[in-house]
Structure formats: structure tokens, C-alpha cells
């Protein structure tokens, strides 16, 4: 299996002016509309996970990352947000980490949900860019701006 394409704009590979022309139009016709990244029905029901749903989509408009194909990752991640936001809060609460078990107290099974959130959460951020090492990826390198050494003996 090779590796993923990378976008033109993000590539460090050197292509050739015919070559970077094709792949633009390639892109071009790939990229998508954004007009159904609104809060589904599936998330109006939790408050939580409909606002996370608005700012995440909000935040990610800035740079014009996502489009309607991404909207079920987007879901997936609120739904998830708002399930660990929940155990959290019944946890300090509760600050119940252990339970009874039959011979000696075992870990509280909230927390192991909780785990299952936390890597659904972190699996869902890293597709969608919503992590800051993720998104440096994306950054377009500008070339450096190089003086010419011999610039100051020129007279123009």
C-alpha cells in the first residue's frame, strides 16, 4: 500500500509546472460543498453536543477544512464529546473511581467508558484536523526569502 496523496498546496515534493497544473484541477474537481454542515437532528436532542457541533464547524470555516462528506466524523466526535462530558460530571459527583466488586473493589466502569470516549474523541480529531499537530500538516510551507549576497554590488 502506497502512501496518501498529499495536497498540492502541502506537498514537499518538486513537480513541474504541467504537473502541479493537473493536480490542481484534480483537487478542484474533488472539493465539495459545505452547505449541510448544519447541527443534524441526531445531535438537536443534546444541548452539549449541538454546541460543540457549532463551534467546531464555526472554528474549521476559518480555514475552509471541512465539507458535507465530513459531517458524520463531525457527529460522531459531538456525540462523543458530549458522552465523556457526561460521565465526567457524574464522576465528580459521584468521586466514585472504584465500586464494590465480590472479593475486593475493582475500577469503576465509568472509567473505562470514559476511555472509549477519549480515544473515539482523539480518532474523530485527527481526521477532521481539530488536533494543532494534525492541522500543522495542512500548513502550506512559504519558501524563505533568500538575499542575494552579491545584491549590493548591482547599481540600478
Known sequence: MGRQRKATSTT???LTKKEKENRETQEKKIKLDRDSLVVPELLKHNEVASEEF???VNE???IDLW????LTTIVIYCDAWSHYNEIENIMRKTKKYTVE???SEKLN???NAQ????SRIMRC??????ATTDRLKLIIPEPEQKENKFSKYIVV
Open 54 to 56: 457549532i463551534r467546531v
Open 109 to 111: 466502569p465509568l472509567i
Open 101 to 103: 466488586g465480590k472479593e
Open 125 to 130: 480529531s485527527s481526521k477532521l484536523g481539530i
Open 115 to 118: 476511555d472509549k470516549y477519549i
Open 67 to 70: 465539507d458535507n462528506l465530513d
Open 60 to 62: 474549521a470555516s476559518k
Open 12 to 14: 514537499k515534493k518538486h
